[in-house]
């Protein structure tokens, strides 16, 4: 009966509470980041504009077609850098405070609760990601090609998915239980 108990317990996870805490904890984080990714995407797209009315379209179609001009550098660096802040911000409070014991003695597998922590924090920059893109895309949609705001696209997409990436090493690093290999 104990062992019966103990997996109903195991199935009915915390995951809720999980996710509100983490949201509880990372709100202005992930708003500050939120809102840095679109001021650097609306200035990404009045760069654009401004290009475009100090040189005239026909050379900014020209540079970006045969030069491979790309209009959105601002943003190279960005996801990296929230990736690393996101990480730090969510897990390394609990690891110096030891509150990471706490929530790994919840009624839940200690591999489920730490995926959901992970998981949360990796949608988060893929929802702040996607939003940074709709915004590239439509200021980009209205002067330049579709093949041109879509080559863009894809070029920005590997930046994004090194802040995700950014994002899991900096958990694991944090994460490590022994400090030689942290380093």
């Not at 850098?81 to 509150?99: C, D, H, K, M």
């Not at 998981?119 to 893109?133: E, K, N, P, R, T």
Request: aromatic share 12%; hydrophobic share 50%.
């Amino acid at each position: 009966i104990k062992t019966m108990n103990n997996k109903k317990r195991d199935s009915r996870c915390m995951l809720w509470p999980i996710i509100y805490k983490e949201w509880i904890k990372l709100r202005l984080v992930l708003i500050l980041s939120a809102l840095t990714f679109v001021a650097f995407s609306l200035f990404s797209v009045y760069n654009l504009h401004h290009l475009i009315t100090r040189q005239g379209s026909e050379h900014v179609w020209l540079a970006a077609m045969l030069r491979d001009a790309i209009f959105t550098k601002t943003l190279y660096w960005l996801p990296l850098i929230a990736g690393v802040y996101l990480a730090t911000f969510q897990f390394l409070p609990e690891i110096t405070s030891n509150r990471i014991k706490l929530t790994l003695h919840l009624p839940c597998d200690m591999e489920k609760s730490i995926g959901v922590m992970t998981f949360f924090g990796q949608v988060a920059l893929l929802i702040i990601s996607a939003i940074s893109m709709i915004i590239v895309n439509v200021g980009f949609s209205s002067v330049l090609a579709d093949e041109i705001v879509e080559a863009h696209l894809i070029t920005m997409i590997p930046w994004f998915l090194t802040g995700i990436i950014a994002y899991t090493l900096g958990v694991f690093i944090y994460l490590e239980p022994t400090k030689l290999r942290r380093t």
